[in-house]
């Protein structure tokens, strides 16, 4: 599987881990998912059965590879990385040492930015202290609705250089929203069968409350059948903004 990646808002992808399930309604039309029976039926290692209990369920088996650790001292040219889109770096069964070896990596590589997504906001708020925390790693949560604006206030305590959200898939709006201690903003739709539709409002609300704090508010899509079906425009132009703190120019 090739590392290079065709998400807007980076440019590769480093999965350390691999594996997740569902805990929230963001994840009942989870890409991962579908894109991991897709490579377990074309033979790739990460996600072949181990007939491990621990690492099958309802989604799809959490693992660790520590034999990709090392990945990211291959590339010699800066990138920006997003770690874990096939798992959830603070996922109950990633061991915490692991995830220190994870950060390590990323401390001693700090040539590229890495970007890190969890919708498990309480482990990752209990941990943090105890995680050293260079200035290339940006941590996010995602937001699908407003029942989950919790995760923002766990996100709020973790020292990390760059603290952004991901509304997406956006299924409702988030009039409550506290940008207070955030640094970016990414808004999408959902995509792919069974999709459900984001409503403009809900996107444009947030674009508000983002311009009205001077945070950078980045929109990914519309969504529909393909991630690309909607197209990326709203209000008649695109938002590709990224936050000050960004450590080399190549997106």
Known sequence: MSDRSSI??????WNPSTGCDRISEGCDNCYALTLAKRLKAMGAPKYQSDGDPRTSGPGFGVKTHSDSLGTPYT??????VFVNSMSDLFHARVPLPFIQDVFEVMRSTPRHTYQILTKRSRRLSLLADR???PQNVWMGVSVESEKFLTRVNDLRQVPAAVRFLSCEPLLGPLP??????VDWVIVGGESGPGHRRMEEEWAVEILDICRQGEVPFFFKQWGGITPKAGGRELLGRTWSEYPTARLHAGL
């Open 8 to 13: 807007e808002w980076t440019e590769a992808t």
């Open 75 to 80: 590339w010699k040219a800066p990138r920006t």
């Open 131 to 133: 995680l050293e925390w």
């Open 176 to 181: 409550n929203l506290d940008l207070k201690g």
